[in-house]
Every structure is written in C-alpha cells, then in structure tokens.
C-alpha cells in the first residue's frame, strides 16, 4: 500500500522538484549532509593602521580565514600575523610593509565564510609638507600637514626624533623654539617630518608620516665689542644694539655711548655705600633682515668710596703766595689719583671732565688765575681698563670727592 502511495505522489510532482527529491534521496543515502551557513558570521573589517610601525588590524568576524588581495581582486592570498582581541573582536596584526608608499594602494580583504570584499585604499607618502623659518623673529612656518596635529624633529647629526604638537601656543613648541634659538650660537641644519595620522577604518584610512624636509639654522652674528671707558665711565654702545633690562624682564634699545649710570646704577657707589657688580647683557638688534646676534656680557664691578682731602687723607691742600698746593700723599703706581678743576660757573659732569692722573707722591702747583674763588678740585682714585692679554679686570673709578676753593687773605693757609 506504502510502495503505491508513493507511486502515486511522484506521478504528480513537477519534473524539476522530482529531480531535487530524487538527488536528496540519494545524497542521504550515503551519509552527505549539507553544509549549513554560519549566521555568527560576518564581513571581514579593517581597524587601526599604524603607518609607523606598518601594521593593519584585519577583524575576523567569525571568518576562520581571512584573505587580501593587492592585484584587483585577480589573485587571493592568505593573511598572516600574530592573532590577538581586542573591544572589536578578534584580528590578525598584519604587515603592509609591502604596500607602496608612492601612490594610493587598494588592497581588498575577504573572510572564507562570508566572501564578500572590503577594499582600503592606503594612502601615498605626504609629500607636500614643507617648512620654512623665520631667521628674525626665530620661529617657524608649516604647510601641508593635513590633518596631523604634530611634527617630529632632530638635529642632522642625530636620530633622537622629538615631538613637538603644530600649536604655538602649546609649551611643548616654546621649549621647541628655546632649543631651537641654542643651535643658533653655532648654526646646525635640522630635519622635520609631519607625524603619521593613524587609520581607523576603511572609511578613515589615516595619513602617513611625510617626507624629510632639512631646514639650514644660520650661524648667529658675533656679538659686539663692548669697551668701558674708565675715564668718562661709559660703554661704546650703539643705537644698532640693546640691552637687557632685569628689572623690566626685556630688551631694551640702546643710546649711542651710554653712561654707567644709565646701564647699570647699581653698580654705583650711593648713600654712603659700595656699589655692586652688575653683569649686562648687550646684542646687536635683529632688523628687518636680519636676526639679532650672539650676547657680549659685561662684568661692572662695584664703585668705592672716594678718597679724601686734608692733611692725614689722600690730597692735602695749601694756599702759598697766590698758588694753590695740591700734595697727593698717598698716590702711586698702584694707587694712582684722578684729579680735575671745575672753574666757578662751569658745571661738573663726571663723562666730559678733564681729569688728569696722578702715580706718585708728588706735589702739584695751581696758580690763582686757574682757580678762582668758587672753584672746585674733584679727587678720585683712578678705573683701570680691563686688558684679558694681561689678565687684568676692569676696575672703575671710585667715586668723588670735591674741595670748593676760597683763597685767604693771609699769604699762606693751610687745611
């Protein structure tokens, strides 16, 4: 009855659908069974690209196999790295070391269940960064970095890479520049390059490191000569210089010969006290052509206190016969004296006085008409010049003492 029953619902089956019963008839009739379709998984995709390191992240996505594909799809080759998970899933580490940097490269991927392909396209090797620096305002422009938010550097001469963010704002760049302005004391060229933007997926391939751009750090000038001089106490500066302020933490111009007292009061003896060393900091001035040189420092030692007139001092004074008796008791070699007459109605300016020097115990004649009632003799001890052949520092004159004149009428006073 069975045998009939299926005789007869065969007899109304359509042809096609016989032939699909008839094969799985005989299919299980030795043991194959079908393969069933994977649902867990999906299409192969792409995560981080390291464009320093040259790695892509390939994630399985339930595919046991995952395949590239470099030649359009034509020839299909086997991925291979070190396998590892991550918040994604599970990848494969693979090497693109071999991907062209020279022009866009698409490479495809493809997992062995689930077949369909993703193509990345790895960028060319950014060539249009460039770099140029401001000689004047020691500082820097950049071009062509896209979408990177910082830049790597070195000295030519080594290959310690430093990273520094595009943002001058940033204290990583000012430290940068501070650096930068050390390499000028003797010059140096420095190699840049525009840091990698890494991939993130198909859709965001990223951004490989640039090329090499080497940018020359001229030679700073050197700096200017600067001379005290002792006799009218001050410096040969020029307008075409500056100098720093401490106390105002900037450059300041200077004036054409400029007095100690002007550039460094401190050092000036005042109030009955020693004036103290002053180091001043003096450069030739950057222009619009130029940058500012190297720094010449200037040691001003501290002024003294003035020598003194009378009998048991330095300068003993006597009225004889209408000439007036200057005896330096106490000047020498070592010790030499400074002495000037200022006439009544003259003024007294210590960088335009005649001053003459005095190195030894001697006594020196000033007659009446040269020193009219109401002049005055100003007395120091004398400035030595700094001389580095012989080892000697500068030393300033002390400061002054001063002795109004007013002659007696007797024939011979003395104080």
Request: proline share 4%; hydrophobic share 35%.
């Amino acid at each position: 009855m069975k045998k009939m029953i299926g005789k007869f619902l065969i007899s109304f089956l359509p042809a096609s659908t016989l032939l699909v019963a008839v094969l799985i008839f005989v299919l299980n009739g030795i043991g194959f069974k079908p393969v069933k379709a994977d649902s867990d998984a999906t299409a192969v995709t792409v995560g981080t690209v390291d464009y320093d390191n040259l790695t892509i992240k390939v994630y399985k996505n339930g595919n046991s196999i995952l395949y590239f594909s470099s030649d359009g799809r034509k020839t299909w080759n086997e991925v291979e790295g070190d396998s590892d998970s991550d918040g994604n899933g599970a990848y494969i580490l693979m090497d693109i070391s071999w991907v062209s940097s020279k022009a866009d490269t698409t490479v495809y991927f493809k997992g062995n269940k689930v077949t369909t392909a993703l193509d990345m396209e790895f960028p060319k090797m950014n060539s249009s960064f460039k770099v140029t620096f401001d000689k004047v305002n020691i500082d820097f422009e950049f071009s062509g970095y896209e979408e990177a938010t910082s830049f790597m550097w070195r000295k030519s001469t080594d290959y310690n890479w430093m990273t520094v963010p595009f943002d001058k704002s940033s204290q990583e760049y000012k430290n940068f520049l501070k650096k930068i302005n050390d390499l000028r004391f003797k010059g140096c060229k420095v190699v840049f390059l525009c840091n990698q933007v890494p991939g993130t997926d198909a859709e965001h391939p990223g951004q490989r490191p640039s090329k090499e751009v080497t940018v020359s750090i001229p030679k700073m000038a050197n700096a200017p000569s600067i001379k005290v001089n002792v006799k009218k106490m001050t410096l040969n500066t020029k307008v075409s210089m500056e100098y720093y302020d401490t106390a105002g933490n900037k450059w300041v111009s200077c004036s054409k010969n400029m007095t100690i007292a002007d550039i460094a009061p401190k050092a000036l003896y005042s109030a009955s006290k020693e004036g103290t060393s002053v180091n001043i900091k003096i450069r030739t001035a950057a222009t619009e052509k130029k940058p500012y040189s190297k720094t010449a420092i200037v040691t001003i030692p501290g002024q003294t206190k003035a020598p003194e007139f009378g009998a048991a001092g330095h300068v003993k004074t006597e009225f004889s016969d209408g000439v007036l008796l200057l005896t330096f008791t106490k000047a020498s070699s070592t010790a030499p004296i400074d002495y000037c007459i200022v006439k009544n109605g003259e003024t007294f300016d210590v960088t335009k006085a005649k001053w003459k020097t005095i190195k030894s115990a001697k006594q020196i004649k000033v007659k009446k008409k040269s020193v009219p009632d109401g002049s005055t003799i100003y007395i120091r001890f004398s400035g030595i010049n700094k001389n580095d052949s012989k080892n000697i520092s500068l030393k300033l004159p002390s400061y002054y003492a001063s002795y109004s004149i007013t002659w007696p009428a007797e024939t011979t006073t003395t104080k």
